[in-house]
């Protein structure tokens, strides 16, 4: 049974699940789906074309599914897809997608701080903790779990690696690699994220080869040159992989 205010309003085509609760002043659109056990507190805004799963929380102010801040959106149909067991604090907004992708989506157990923007057509991970106030732009890509702090600014068809962690305050036009800190000013390779791996059960033999194949790429003008040698003088394992496979197919170049 929801728990729905009777402050609240609640579009009668919306679709609601299980043992939800709908604080006041709540407004929930048609073409939505709610799932099971979610949570919005007070003024919480779900707009047209909102997929949300279960167990999540929306804290006052949050506006999920908001209409595209791009000029090129036209009115197409188009969703945002939010997962299961997400946290989603005061003020932040979530635009849904355009006809270049048709959908953003926010994947399961992430923390999204007061205040941050995921734009249209953004693909956000799993198990991601992204600071206060920080901003992605459209079509952002963020691999699980990474860590970005507060106030950090992300330019449009960025690719996020998994794992990385990205100092507050930082901006970036460029891809930034999985397992790496990156900061200063400007944004650059600081080192591979040894504390987060760690805490994440890598072994100490893995996060040498990570730290190896990045000595490797970072120590070569041309990329390439860094993933042939990669390839040829280290092992062959999924997070060498996954780097080298980042790397390559990165559109923007990845932050030196």
Same mark, same amino acid.
């Given at each position: ?17 299980d043992?939800?609760? !709908?604080?006041?002043f709540? $407004? ?5 789906? !709610? ?5 919005? $507190? ?23 599914? %908001? ?14 897809? !939010? ?8 003020n ?10 048709? %959908?953003? !989506? ?55 690696g998994?794992?990385v ?6 901006r ?15 944004i ?7 504390i ?21 790429l $970072? ?13 040829? %003088? ?23």
């Open positions: 049974m929801n728990t729905i205010s009777p402050m609240a309003f609640v579009h009668p085509e919306a679709q609601l699940g043992n939800n609760v !709908i604080g006041p709540c $407004y929930i659109d048609r073409n939505t789906v !709610i799932g099971d056990n979610n949570h919005l $507190y007070n003024g919480v805004t779900i707009h047209y074309g909102a997929r949300i799963g279960n167990g999540n929380e929306f804290f006052p102010g949050a506006s999920i599914s %908001t209409k595209p801040q791009d000029l090129k959106f036209k009115g197409e149909d188009s969703l945002c897809e !939010i997962g299961n067991s997400n946290s989603i604090r005061e932040v907004t979530i635009s849904r997608g355009t006809a270049s992708k048709g %959908t953003t !989506i926010v994947g399961n157990n992430c923390l999204l701080m007061e205040n941050m923007h995921v734009a249209h057509d953004c693909v956000l991970g799993n198990n991601l903790i992204i600071g206060n106030s920080t901003k992605f732009a459209g079509e952002v890509v963020v691999d699980n779990n990474a860590i970005i702090s507060a106030t950090v600014l992300i330019h449009q068809f960025c690719h996020i998994g794992y962690m990205i100092q507050g305050g930082s970036t036009s460029q891809d930034i690699p999985p397992y790496v800190i990156a900061g200063k000013e400007p650059r390779y600081a080192g591979i994220n040894l987060g791996l760690r805490r994440r059960g890598f072994s100490n033999e893995t996060i040498d080869l990570i730290h190896n194949t990045y000595r490797i $970072y120590s070569k003008g041309l990329m390439a040159e860094g993933i042939e040698e990669v390839r040829r %003088t280290l092992p062959e394992t999924p997070e060498i992989n996954y780097i080298l496979d980042f790397v390559k197919n990165s559109k923007r170049g990845i932050i030196r």
